[in-house]
């Protein structure tokens, strides 16, 4: 616990004595194929995240992305769900000045959106966003008009947003759907739906120590987890930082029903 509050009094107060962060690399890998996918899930890492550590089981964006199609398959055989690892920016270390500011985030998001965009030029399939700590500020940062049809965010420090209603409001997402064969063939059209926002977090997740303020460029305000900010709360379960796609736990599950598109079987 002391170590908890110490790390979690850095990241929030250790601007004068973090030193900048440094370039983790880039890495984007899909899982399961996304020619047939029925949905399409992207996986958004945090902090301390490189290409090194890409793989390093459930706890980075690679081994999370397979326990994810596994939950998945488990959960609904019959769908087709491909899951993206999206590493397209440099993640912050933990103990650092840009893990406490949006910089990085700022620049991850025009990143993320242009793997967005490319995904539904490959593939008609929703796309859901599921967003780890920092990457759920990088994923704020990116979701204004961009087409995916759920945010879920988890271990998040905050999203530099004072509401849900902030973001919904301002992303008018369209969820591709096939349209019935006609005379004219297989067209596609797209159904306006809202965009659906979720918010966990685990019982020993040491992010719940960091306050959620916003002091000038530093911090990232309101919590999700919040009820006044108004997202859709999943349960999570006891796991900690780095354990939210540990098989068999409450948030693997919850996320995978996300994915899935069947939001209304997802437990708070």
Sequence with gaps: MLRNLLLAGLVTLGALVA?????SGRLV???????????????????????????DGTE????AARALLAE?????????????????????PTLSLSVITSD??????????????????????????????????????AAPGLPVTDLAVFGSPGLDVPSAA?????????????????????ATRAEVVPLRIWAGLGENDWVRFVPKIKLGPMGFGTDPMNPSFGARVFAVGSGGHSNYFT?????????????????????S
């Excluded at 992207?42 to 995240?49: F, L, Q, S």
């Excluded at 998945?72 to 912050?92: C, I, N, Q």
């Excluded at 948030?251 to 437990?267: D, F, P, Q, W, Y």
């Design 166 to 186: 902030t973001l919904a409001q301002a992303t008018p997402n369209a969820e591709p759907a096939r349209a019935a064969k006609g005379a004219q063939g297989g």
């Design 72 to 92: 998945a398959a488990r959960l609904a055989p019959r769908e087709r769900l491909a899951v993206v690892a999206w590493l397209g920016y440099d993640s912050p």
């Design 29 to 55: 890998r899909i899982y399961g194929d996304l020619a047939t996918a029925d949905r399409v899930a992207v996986i958004v890492p945090g902090a301390d995240t490189t290409v090194a550590t890409f793989d």
């Design 60 to 63: 980075r964006p690679g081994g």
């Design 104 to 141: 990085a985030a700022v620049k991850g998001a025009r990143a993320l959106r242009r793997t967005i965009s490319e995904l539904h030029a490959r593939t008609p399939a929703p796309i859901a966003l599921l967003c780890h700590s920092y990457g759920s500020v990088l994923c704020a940062k």
């Design 19 to 23: 030193w900048p962060g440094q370039p």
């Design 247 to 267: 098989p068999g736990t409450p948030s693997l599950r919850n996320l995978a029903l996300i994915a899935l598109g069947h939001e209304g079987a997802v437990t």
